[in-house]
């Protein structure tokens, strides 16, 4: 079930923000969960007010904070050799609960969060519970011994068996293991990453 916080911010920001939103109920919905302004002709938005919708967009997608939004756009800044639109997208999607929502074995960023929060996971032989850890190409994530047993984890296989998990990464759901291959490779087209880096750029 949605929220209604949550219905009112997948309003304003796009339906890309949650997955729950991205279902027809969403897309049907009307009466009091629609929105204020509905029916009306929308105002013109100003640049300004489009860079703070697309940060805005980040900010709930990955649930993370305007201090560590401000530090990705940061560090992708200052990194040479690379796309800063590029660099910025990665270090979004190299956060470890983003690679567990990535590999399937999260039904959400938040979901995922909370597991690695948790303990469930091990990388690199190393338990880590920091959510915002930052993984590289050829680290091996785990689940915990303790945790294949859990609700969690049961039937991951079955439940994933129509899931295309993006190219740069690979699970072993026998093993309960899986691998970094490489650097994330842009997939999100609802969010626009040089309007958040102009934003920032002020």
Same mark, same amino acid.
């Given at each position: 079930?949605?929220?209604?916080? $949550?219905?009112?911010?997948?309003? /304003?920001?796009?339906?890309?923000?949650?997955?729950?939103?991205?279902?027809?109920?969403?897309? &049907?919905?009307?009466?009091?969960?629609?929105?204020?302004?509905?029916?009306? /002709?929308? /105002?013109?938005?100003?640049?300004? !007010? &489009?860079?703070?919708?697309?940060?805005?967009?980040?900010?709930?997608?990955?649930?993370?904070?305007?201090?560590?939004?401000?530090?990705?756009?940061?560090?992708?800044?200052?990194? $040479?050799?690379?796309?800063?639109?590029?660099?910025?997208?990665? @270090?979004? @999607?190299?956060? =470890?609960?983003?690679?567990?929502?990535?590999?399937? =074995?999260?039904?959400?960023?938040?979901?995922?969060?909370?597991?690695?929060?948790?303990?469930?996971?091990?990388?690199?032989?190393?338990?880590?519970?920091?959510?915002?850890?930052?993984?590289?190409? !050829?680290?091996?994530?785990?689940? /915990?011994?303790?945790?294949?047993?859990?609700? %969690? #984890?049961? !039937? %991951?296989?079955?439940?994933?068996?129509?899931?295309?998990?993006?190219?740069? *990464?690979?699970?072993?759901?026998?093993?309960?293991?899986?691998?970094? =291959?490489? $650097?994330?490779?842009?997939? @999100? &087209? #609802?969010?626009?990453?040089?309007?958040? *880096? @102009? #934003?920032?750029?002020?």
């Amino acid at each position: 079930m949605i929220t209604k916080p $949550k219905f009112k911010i997948c309003r /304003r920001l796009g339906p890309g923000v949650y997955d729950k939103c991205q279902t027809v109920k969403f897309s &049907t919905a009307s009466g009091k969960f629609a929105g204020p302004g509905v029916g009306r /002709r929308p /105002r013109a938005m100003t640049e300004y !007010g &489009t860079q703070l919708i697309e940060k805005q967009k980040i900010r709930f997608s990955y649930g993370i904070t305007e201090r560590q939004l401000s530090n990705y756009v940061r560090k992708a800044v200052h990194i $040479k050799g690379a796309g800063t639109a590029e660099k910025f997208y990665e @270090e979004l @999607e190299s956060r =470890l609960d983003n690679v567990i929502y990535r590999m399937g =074995l999260a039904p959400t960023r938040r979901a995922g969060r909370q597991m690695v929060s948790h303990g469930h996971f091990i990388v690199n032989d190393h338990k880590v519970t920091i959510p915002s850890y930052e993984i590289a190409a !050829g680290d091996i994530i785990k689940i /915990r011994e303790g945790s294949k047993s859990k609700k %969690l #984890f049961v !039937g %991951l296989a079955e439940k994933n068996k129509d899931y295309v998990m993006p190219a740069w *990464l690979s699970f072993d759901f026998g093993k309960m293991e899986g691998k970094i =291959l490489g $650097k994330p490779k842009r997939a @999100e &087209t #609802f969010i626009d990453l040089n309007a958040v *880096l @102009e #934003f920032y750029s002020r």
